[in-house]
């Protein structure tokens, strides 16, 4: 009879134990790529966003939306932030101040690139758009 009990009782352990080292682990591991599951489909979000405000201003500069005297705060409302800004461009006009890139969010390489350039007080002056060189 003692021999039986501490033969359910290794085997009950043995269980407990293996159970415990599969279930513990396996479980973060779970909530760990949960968490990751979530974090993309912001990041989708946020991507999907990104690529419809670049449409949107591509399809504003082509429309005539996009008119100079807009202020650059305006423009970051509508369109979002740049890729880069340059406060100190190399350009021949002194009236421009500043050059901002914008690019497509996915296809950073291969899409057009679209600088707008701002006066002294932020406004937009200028813009230019060009393919990848």
Known sequence: MTKLITRVLTVFSICLILGGCILLPGGKRISRLQGYSANRDEIEVY??????LYSK???????????PGITKHVILERYSDPIFCNDQ???EDA?????CLFRHP?????SDKIYLHFDKNYKLCAWQVGPVQ
Do not use: C, H, M, W
Not at 57 to 67: F, H, M, Q, T
Not at 95 to 99: F, P, T
Not at 106 to 110: H, L, P, W
């Open 95 to 99: 009236n421009i101040a500043e050059i």
């Open 57 to 67: 201003l591509k399809a504003d500069i082509n429309s005539g939306v996009l008119r």
């Open 106 to 110: 996915t296809a950073y390489f291969t």
């Open 89 to 91: 461009p190399q350009e």
């Open 47 to 52: 991507v999907e966003q990104q690529e419809a």
